[in-house]
């Protein structure tokens, strides 16, 4: 391929007249183990024109107005429609206002969105977890995990491959539709590396999938705990999708259409896999809305917040 070899003899080049020249003058200047090369120049003119924008911004005070709602027992809150005010005391106005109005759902716009289950374990994938939900440090992690191994309750857990061989995951849909009833795809749910790993070891998965976290054996408190995630994570990836309605909801004031208030949410049509895993993500789950819906405002609140730098 004569392009590749072409684009080799340019960057060749350039590293001689860039690299091969810049780099004795830094080191003369600033000493030592010091380079320049067609990376490294780039990078650094994008760190400092970064850094001039942070000196150069200035911060500007603006005010934001949000509204309270109540729906049924459960409350949402929403954003007046303009993002920044910046003047304070039409703040304080549109606030006293707001107090005064009478709301409803003026509209609602949907969307469907499935969200995907998520891959078997590897080993990354499982000290992140077990940091984000316990604040397990890696080495602790792995020590539980490596105690599982090795007890025969997992797979191998040192590996960076998503793939189950076909067994495990017929193993795992029969167990979903067997034991737990839960719903499972017609057709097996099957994962592969995107990138190039070895693969010579398959994912972290339970080797027999009725010794759940609760089993006697698991007296450690720790182990109970990445078996569980190991165990749930396996089942999860054989399991349908989940199903959201993104909401995007407007409401106005009956009295004066200009004072509006929006928000954006979720609505949850099918829990699917998060049966097994549960709801971790940051997404708002709004109650169900319906149109022309009056909705009783508790507080309106302002705050005074600032821009910032990039």
Known sequence: DLDLVHAQETRRILDR???????????????????????QSVCLRMIVDREQEIERFKPEKYWTLKAAFSSGNEEVIAKFHSEKITDEKLAQSLKKQTEMGSFYVSEILEEEEHKSPPEPLVTSTLQRLASRMYGFAGERTMKAAQALYENGFCTYIRTDSVRAVPEAIEEGRQYLKSELKYA????????????SSHDAHECIRPTDLSADADTPSLAMPDEKKIYALIWKYFLASQMTPAIFKTVKVTIVDRQNPNLRFRLTGKTLQDEGFLKMIGHQTSDVLLPPLTLQQSLPLKKAMVEAKQTTPP
């Open 17 to 39: 007249i860039v690299g091969f020249t810049a780099s004795p003058f830094l080191m003369n200047f600033f000493g030592k183990n010091l380079s320049a090369g067609r990376v």
């Open 184 to 195: 499972i795809p017609l057709k097996a749910n099957t994962f592969r590396n995107k990138n």
